[in-house]
């Protein structure tokens, strides 16, 4: 061997040291690989942030020693699953009132459909049993349905049989693992292809969920319809259904601000704002549009933006707040991140948002102290509370469900502060403690949560994956993983579409709970460009991921039988 090589070798060796004695500067090398890498668009699409997990897989690959400790893999799946809690939990219960529930039972008769055909595989493939549950736990991506098993096996087995039993598991885990998450994001993007869905146009449609991110718009409308004369503000909406806001009024020459008792007289010029939609009926139903902009006279009514950030009004429905009466002060809209809201008086108030505020002119700097209006004060998490809530999360994820048999399971770490989360974000807030975090931090919670656990994950399975992937049978166990996968989401994707109709943004959100998988959430996100997805993710996970826990150890106890 040549003097050149053997450096190389002994630079290649040292190298693999140092990542392996550093694991800090192993995981933001993989994370800074994978994710400049997951932007790039192969065939019109891209990995996103999923490639953080291939990049993994990759360099675990390379060396048992490159993986990283598994509390970095933990950390990241509790901050993601939390967060997306806390966003969702609002969203969750009013798709649950929604139609929920229908689509918590199709996830179910498709896992059940799903364990069907993983006992069937194990049975033409001659597969162990404890083999074919970490199949199942693989394919349906799901770490604490792994643990369940290995947990069950240490219960049945004997204790010379139980420590070889218990690598079985894992290593179809392994194996599954990945394709579980790629024949997810390929499942989705065949039938965004085959059935080409228009998510501008479900988001529209799907606005009371709070994920559309529709523009808004605001006209000037002439009364001229003698029928809707002498009606108040409040008649009106409550009359036509609009889901609009009445801003300003001029009537015979004198501005004001419209509140829902303002009766409307013809002639009267009414400042109106809402989507394209909904103002062509108020157009059609009130007169006529005019050039005139209300806006432009602010010499006793003004305008501006306004940060939220005063503790006392944040989780509070503007109802609550009592502005038009406290301070002759209207809120128009509320920009959360990227999304512009229509304020109305369900309305609830988060760290973060920035409101739009019409108001008397000398009253403009009461309306900013009461709201706020520090950014500072925004780019902080009360830590307090985002601490209080995982703690109560992860506590619930310890305790023990009895099951018939006198077996039982846990919630685990991402069960338990998924649960509290989703009610801790629809409560908002509890007396004085603020449950929810500004916009901009949890979506940067978010996405580090999900760096990290890709990262862990995917250099953990790494040696394992592709030495049991060489190994005799290893292609046989991959293959079987990739069509439980396949097929599983085919189902899911057909009946959800054909039969029940589902917005897609909202079918590929389940479809990513289903897997309790976060990779494939972010990609369906990525795809949709709103939050729909993590809606129908929060809505189906919970029981998702209990039903996996246990039909992956009813697949140990079948097959042993």
Known sequence: MSLPVVMLLIMWNDFVALLAANPLLLLFLVAGIGYPLGAVRIGGTSLGVAAVLFVGLAVGAIDPVLKLPELVMQLGLVLFVYTIGLSSGPGFFRAMRRGGLRDVALVLVTLLLAAGLVVATALVLRLPAAQSAGLFAGSLTNTPALAGVVEQIGRLASPELRERMAIEPIIGYSIAYPMGVLGMIVAIQLAQRAWKPDYAAEARKLRDLGASGEELLSCTVRVENLDVVGM????????????????????????????????????????????????????????????????????????????????????????????QTRFGALITRVR??????????????????????????????????????????????????????????????????????????????????????????????????????????????????????????????????????????????????????????????????????????????????????????????????????????????????????????????????
Request: hydrophobic share 55%; charged share 15%; proline share 3%.
């Open 232 to 323: 108040t503000v409040q008649d009106l909406i409550a009359r036509f259904g609009w889901r609009v806001v009445f801003s300003r009024i001029r009537h015979a020459e004198e501005l004001g601000l419209v509140s829902g008792g303002t009766r409307i007289a013809a002639g009267d010029l009414l400042m109106v704002i809402g989507v394209r939609d909904d103002l062509d009926a108020v157009v059609a139903a009130l007169g006529t549009a005019v050039d005139e902009q209300l806006a432009l006279d602010r010499t006793v009514i003004d305008f501006r933006r306004i940060f939220v950030s005063n503790p006392a009004v944040l989780g509070r429905r503007l109802d609550e707040l009592g502005l």
């Open 336 to 561: 959360r991140g990227d999304i512009e809201l229509l304020a109305t008086g369900a309305t609830v108030l988060e760290p973060g948002d920035r409101v739009r505020v019409v108001a008397l002119r000398d009253r403009m700097r009461e309306v900013s102290e009461f709201l706020g209006d520090s950014y500072r004060a925004l780019s902080e998490i009360d830590v307090l509370t985002f601490s209080a809530g995982l703690v109560f999360g992860l506590l619930l994820g310890t305790v023990p469900i009895p099951l018939p048999g006198g077996a039982s399971f846990r919630l685990g770490i991402a069960g338990g502060p998924l649960l509290v989360a989703l009610v801790l974000g629809a409560l908002e807030r509890s007396g004085r403690l603020v449950w929810s975090v500004p916009y901009s931090a949890n979506l940067t919670l978010r996405q580090f949560g999900m760096v990290l656990f890709l990262a862990g994950v995917g250099t953990r399975a790494g040696y394992a994956f592709v030495s049991t992937l060489l190994s005799s049978g290893g292609m046989a166990l991959f293959f079987a993983g990739a069509v439980v996968t396949a097929v599983t989401a085919f189902i899911l994707l057909w009946i959800g579409h054909r039969v029940f109709k589902t917005p897609m943004s909202l079918l590929i959100g389940m479809l990513a709970g289903l897997q309790t998988n976060p990779a494939v959430l972010s990609f369906a996100s990525d795809q949709t460009g709103n939050d729909l997805p993590a809606l129908a993710y929060a809505t189906v996970y919970p029981v998702a991921m209990v039903a996996k826990i246990l039909l992956a150890q009813a697949v140990l106890l079948l097959l042993s039988a």
